[in-house]
């Protein structure tokens, strides 16, 4: 046999060797792997920012080489007079791509109750919005995270609701943006109140955004975040009924025991809901204690959320 000829059955011996276990290793790679992709949330940095120690600009970066995340969720409170800065987007847009980061929505708030039941004011609230759909659009994000706030009994705020969610719907759906509500007190934390409300604007572009922190329907104070909470909505119950509209997820944290457990919510319990749901979409990180530094609340919910995740 001549020196190519068994040269040339040896590297077919090989590539056959390799072919049959190429698959089991595949299949052993994607079975360590979360079901669905950890992004980072930027409210998990709201002190640093605030403080200036950090911008805006400097968090697709910081998101990639500290904690490896590649998919980032932004906080318009962050660049609020940016919305339509094309140079400012630009910018941003360009860390992304040298940093290979993908941008997945904007959270909005501040910018009026799409849910007031005075038409005017509605209008405008949704008229405010507009600019963070381009913004949105501009930074190749998938939705933007809005709240479906109102004064009123709940019907009425409902009702306005569903028709602010829907005009805002109009304008984002020709930039294929996604409108998402988050449960962020009051009417929004009831599960079926709120679920009510999306299917009443009974458009796939419109949907929830859950978060596993925020379930307080009514407090004493009658504020959305002050004050002690009279009643609450079952965090567990809320998930599970939202997650066939839910278009992501915020993974809230704020304590952890010894075993780097979350102590507020059961992530084992929560995840069993989302993964039988069918989900495969972003779980953002969004730690808000006050014990942990920032740095080590992210990265403590990022490896409690690998480790759910391949449960």
Same mark, same amino acid.
């Given at each position: 046999?001549?020196?190519?000829?068994?040269?040339?059955?040896?590297?077919?011996?090989?590539?056959?060797?390799?072919?049959?276990?190429?698959?089991?290793?595949?299949?052993?790679?994607?079975?360590?792997?979360?079901?669905?992709?950890?992004?980072? !949330?930027?409210?998990?940095?709201?002190?640093?920012?605030?403080?200036?120690?950090?911008?805006?600009?400097?968090?697709?970066?910081?998101?990639?080489?500290?904690?490896?995340?590649?998919?980032?969720?932004?906080?318009?409170?962050?660049?609020?007079?940016?919305?339509?800065? @094309?140079?400012?987007?630009?910018?941003?847009?360009?860390?992304?791509?040298?940093?290979?980061?993908?941008?997945?929505?904007?959270?909005?708030?501040?910018?009026?109750?799409?849910? !007031?039941?005075?038409?005017?004011?509605?209008?405008?609230?949704?008229?405010?919005?507009?600019?963070?759909?381009?913004?949105?659009?501009?930074?190749?994000?998938?939705?933007?995270?809005?709240?479906?706030?109102?004064?009123?009994?709940?019907?009425?705020?409902?009702?306005?609701?569903?028709?602010?969610?829907?005009?805002?719907?109009?304008?984002?759906?020709?930039?294929?943006?996604?409108?998402?509500?988050?449960?962020?007190?009051?009417?929004?934390?009831?599960?079926?109140?709120?679920?009510? @409300?999306?299917?009443?604007?009974?458009?796939?572009?419109?949907?929830?955004?859950?978060?596993?922190?925020?379930?307080?329907?009514?407090?004493?104070?009658?504020?959305?975040?002050?004050?002690?909470?009279?009643?609450?909505?079952?965090?567990?119950?809320?998930?599970?009924?939202?997650?066939?509209?839910?278009?992501?997820?915020?993974?809230?944290?704020?304590?952890?025991?010894? !075993?780097?457990?979350?102590?507020?919510?059961?992530?084992?319990?929560?995840?069993?809901?989302?993964?039988?749901?069918?989900?495969?979409?972003?779980?953002?990180?969004?730690?808000?204690?006050?014990?942990?530094?920032?740095?080590?609340?992210?990265?403590?919910?990022?490896?409690?959320?690998?480790?759910?995740?391949?449960?």
């Amino acid at each position: 046999m001549s020196l190519s000829r068994r040269h040339f059955l040896h590297q077919a011996a090989a590539v056959a060797a390799t072919a049959a276990v190429a698959p089991a290793a595949i299949a052993r790679e994607l079975a360590s792997q979360p079901f669905f992709e950890i992004s980072l !949330a930027e409210w998990s940095l709201h002190k640093a920012l605030f403080s200036k120690q950090i911008t805006n600009l400097d968090f697709p970066a910081l998101s990639r080489k500290n904690y490896g995340i590649s998919v980032v969720e932004y906080v318009n409170q962050f660049f609020k007079d940016k919305a339509q800065d @094309t140079a400012y987007l630009n910018d941003l847009l360009q860390r992304c791509r040298d940093n290979g980061v993908r941008n997945h929505l904007i959270m909005i708030d501040g910018e009026g109750d799409l849910g !007031a039941p005075n038409q005017a004011e509605r209008l405008k609230a949704v008229e405010n919005h507009y600019k963070w759909v381009d913004a949105a659009k501009h930074l190749g994000c998938l939705s933007i995270r809005v709240n479906a706030f109102g004064k009123g009994t709940a019907a009425e705020v409902q009702q306005a609701a569903v028709e602010g969610l829907g005009r805002l719907n109009e304008y984002a759906q020709k930039a294929n943006i996604n409108v998402i509500v988050e449960n962020h007190g009051s009417y929004t934390s009831d599960g079926q109140w709120l679920l009510k @409300t999306i299917r009443e604007v009974d458009k796939k572009s419109v949907g929830i955004l859950p978060d596993f922190g925020n379930f307080c329907v009514r407090r004493d104070t009658g504020e959305l975040y002050q004050g002690t909470c009279l009643e609450s909505y079952d965090k567990y119950k809320a998930v599970k009924e939202w997650m066939p509209v839910a278009k992501g997820v915020s993974a809230k944290t704020f304590e952890f025991d010894a !075993a780097g457990n979350c102590v507020e919510t059961d992530y084992y319990k929560m995840f069993r809901i989302i993964k039988e749901s069918g989900f495969k979409g972003y779980v953002g990180i969004e730690y808000e204690g006050e014990k942990l530094s920032e740095d080590e609340g992210i990265r403590k919910t990022k490896a409690l959320l690998e480790k759910v995740g391949r449960a």
